[in-house]
């Protein structure tokens, strides 16, 4: 068993501006109830039960319309509480799953009509090592990337950004769109010119890749208020602001700590910093998630 996560906060700084009608928080998860959706028994955390509603409060306090589910590793490949969400909340809500290696295509299509619109691979390592278990890898994703297409879906790459110089290629062979986690999860010490982030970069101004300016708290070297990010946000913006979209990763799982857990206010506050201009705020908030995840 693993240690329980930390929930997160429940007094949040004061949202300092009135988001777009539309607004997306582009990545966060639920998890239980774990009498109908257990935990997978082998995982790398431990998370509090977070039901649909508790997420949808989570949105309303921020002033947010709608929200993307990320089936998280604690669950392995059981992608029900996220099915539960959007069967809920269908016109707010959208999914991204992990799915099987044997998953039919009639899985597929009841998936798309709840509001899935991607998958999710585990490829993030460091020093060669998987940070976190559970999830699939790229041959499942290359095994079901010819159906994943025909629906429209991308491929959401839970990947550490300087492993993008290997993996780029085989992720760009399958012609899939591709959304890159957290800006490629990489701590701000290794810097912007990394060969990886750079080639992050790259895919993002030849329009094969998204990604999501997301995990702050996780990539920050000095802690908030998370300047030391501000370089990567505008790295990413500068090379395609129309294929970027932000995310809270709301609850935060996998903090044991209190002065770890982020401030759900003051991330959505950093967009005053990042995105000064209403219009670029209005592409990555609205306009970027509605075309990624059909809204």
């Known amino acids: 068993m693993t240690k329980p996560c930390l929930p997160p906060l429940t007094s949040i700084e004061r949202p300092a ?33 977070f039901p649909p509603e508790a997420f949808i409060q989570h949105l ?22 996220v099915l539960q969400a959007l069967r809920q909340y269908p ?10 290696p044997d998953t039919s295509d009639a899985t597929l299509h009841q998936w798309h009509e709840a509001g ?19 999830g ?53 010490h290794h810097g912007t010119t990394d ?15 998204w990604t999501k300016v997301s995990g702050a708290d996780r990539n920050t070297v000095s802690g908030a208020p998370y300047l030391d990010i501000d370089p990567f946000v505008d790295a990413v913006l500068h090379a ?3 294929h970027v979209v932000w995310g809270t990763d709301w609850p935060h799982i996998n903090y044991f700590e209190a002065n770890q857990v982020p401030d759900d206010g003051a991330l959505l506050n950093l967009l005053l910093r990042w995105i000064p201009d209403e219009q670029t705020r ?6 970027n998630p509605k075309r990624l995840y059909d809204f």
């Open 17 to 49: 501006f009135t988001p777009p009608a539309g607004a997306c928080d582009s990545h966060a998860h639920v998890f239980g109830p774990y009498d109908a959706f257990p935990l997978a028994e082998d995982r790398s955390y431990t998370p509090q039960e």
């Open 60 to 81: 309303e306090r921020l002033g947010l319309s709608r929200g993307v589910l990320v089936t998280g590793s604690a669950s392995g490949k059981d992608n029900g509480a």
């Open 91 to 100: 016109e707010r809500l959208r999914g991204v799953v992990v799915p099987a």
């Open 116 to 134: 899935i619109r991607g998958v999710r691979v585990n490829l993030f390592q460091r020093d060669g090592h998987a940070v976190y278990r559970n």
């Open 136 to 188: 699939v890898g790229l041959d499942v994703l290359e095994r079901l990337a010819p159906r994943i297409a025909d629906l429209g879906w991308h491929a959401q790459i839970w990947i550490h950004a300087p492993d993008l110089v290997e993996m780029a290629p085989k992720l760009e062979k399958l012609r899939l769109p591709l959304v890159i986690d957290h800006m490629g999860r990489m701590s701000t």
């Open 195 to 209: 060969p990886g982030f750079q080639r992050l970069c790259a895919m993002l101004a030849e329009g094969t890749a």
């Open 240 to 242: 395609n602001p129309e």
């Open 282 to 287: 209005q592409a990555v908030l609205v306009d």
